[in-house]
């Protein structure tokens, strides 16, 4: 089983549209949950932080169930530029690492 | 704040050749990570140096790929012989720490075709 497992898409949305990704990791120990975003041929970017309460940055929403091993990230009002891969990043339980560990990522295509 | 260098850009080798990339971080950034990513997938973790100290290494396979950070400061990665599994994109990363606040920062990566 991967520890981070994301659905691939491609999800093709029109502007305007809200859109909603989802992943799931396999060790209940980990410690800190992000979202990257990596445009075509460039290095991953942070897009924000995942915490249990859910946390919101402007059009992008972020969650996670620490229960269910889940995290969700929502982003409202889509546009042109919100095309890219969005990957989904735990940290092992271990806190002498900063290692991340990745899902595949999703691709979001926005359409005119 | 300049970025995390990398270089070359790209690279093209044929198979058991040999191939090293560079990676100089962002400045008094104490960590310093190399990156996998093949196509389609995301990154994987390669090696983790603590100043001039590796933290992680469990994911290098050890028989091909060595790396090391000499100084505390830049670092190279180098691969020998190559093979075409590894045609991926090699990237850098630094951070200030090991905490996850501590921000990390990706280098643009190299980008390496074994043919």
Same mark, same amino acid.
């Given at each position: ?14 502007? &305007? ?9 396999? @060790?209940? #120990? %980990? $410690? ?6 990596? /445009? ?13 309460? &859910? ?9 996670? @169930?620490? #229960? %269910? $091993? ?6 409202? /009002? ?35 | ?115």
């Amino acid at each position: 089983r991967k520890e981070v497992e994301q659905d691939p898409g491609p999800f093709n949305v029109p502007e &305007g549209a809200t859109v909603a990704f989802n992943c799931t990791y396999s @060790n209940s #120990a %980990s $410690q800190s949950f992000f979202w990257y975003r990596q /445009d075509c041929r460039k290095e991953p970017k942070l897009l924000m932080s995942v915490y249990s309460s &859910g946390n919101e940055d402007g059009r992008f929403t972020a969650q996670l @169930n620490r #229960a %269910s $091993q889940y995290i969700s990230l929502l982003i409202r /009002d889509s546009k042109l530029s919100d095309s890219a891969t969005y990957l989904c990043v735990v940290t092992p339980p271990s806190s002498n690492t900063g290692k991340l560990i990745f899902g595949q990522g999703t691709t979001l295509q926005v359409k005119p | 704040e300049a970025g995390v260098a990398q270089s070359p850009r790209y690279k093209i080798i044929e198979k058991r050749q040999s191939v090293a990339f560079w990676c100089n971080p962002i400045s008094g950034h104490a960590t310093l990570y190399w990156y996998q990513q093949i196509l389609g997938q995301g990154p994987k973790l390669l090696i983790q140096f603590q100043n001039n100290g590796v933290v992680d290494d469990s994911q290098l396979p050890k028989d091909r790929f060595s790396a090391e950070r000499l100084k505390g400061v830049d670092s190279t990665l180098k691969i020998q012989p190559a093979k075409l599994e590894d045609s991926a994109v090699y990237l850098c990363a630094s951070s200030r720490s090991v905490s996850p606040s501590a921000g990390y920062t990706f280098g643009s990566g190299t980008r390496l075709t074994v043919v």
